[in-house]
């Protein structure tokens, strides 16, 4: 059974950084994608990075291009998303979530529980 867990929220102020990171047990398959996914209040979840196990290749949402990070430590089963220059917008849970290659569409299949990120102005 795969379970991720995410950790790293918190309450930043406006200009400031946090890394989140994501442990991922249980998988038993080694073609896959991690991604981290944002809902704020009110607002549909949203996607935000995602990044391929093997070869590393990374995507982003474009309002977090270049203030944002997506990582992994493939010896650990951790995948992290470092955010600088945070801004209240950013205020959300986040949550990381995992899918396997060959599963049409990117369809993420399993996912954590979240952590809130809260950026004051």
């Known amino acids: 059974q795969v379970h991720v867990v995410e950790s790293g929220g918190g309450l930043v102020q406006a200009g400031g950084s946090l890394r989140l990171s994501c442990t991922i047990f249980?998988?038993?398959?080694?073609?896959?994608?991690m991604g981290w996914f944002r809902q704020a209040p009110g607002k549909e979840r949203e996607f935000v990075a995602d990044?391929?196990?093997?070869?590393?290749?990374?995507a982003y949402e474009g309002s977090v291009k270049g203030r944002f990070t997506i990582s992994r430590d493939n010896a650990k089963n951790m995948v992290y998303l470092q955010m600088d220059s945070l801004k209240p917008e950013d205020t959300a849970i986040y949550y990381c979530?995992?899918?396997?290659?060959?599963?049409?569409?990117?369809?993420?299949?399993?996912w954590g529980q979240g952590t809130q990120v809260t950026v004051s102005s």
């Open positions: 979530a995992v899918v396997r290659q060959s599963t049409p569409s990117r369809s993420y299949e399993y």
């Open positions: 990044i391929e196990w093997s070869g590393g290749t990374t």
């Open positions: 249980g998988r038993t398959f080694s073609s896959l994608y």
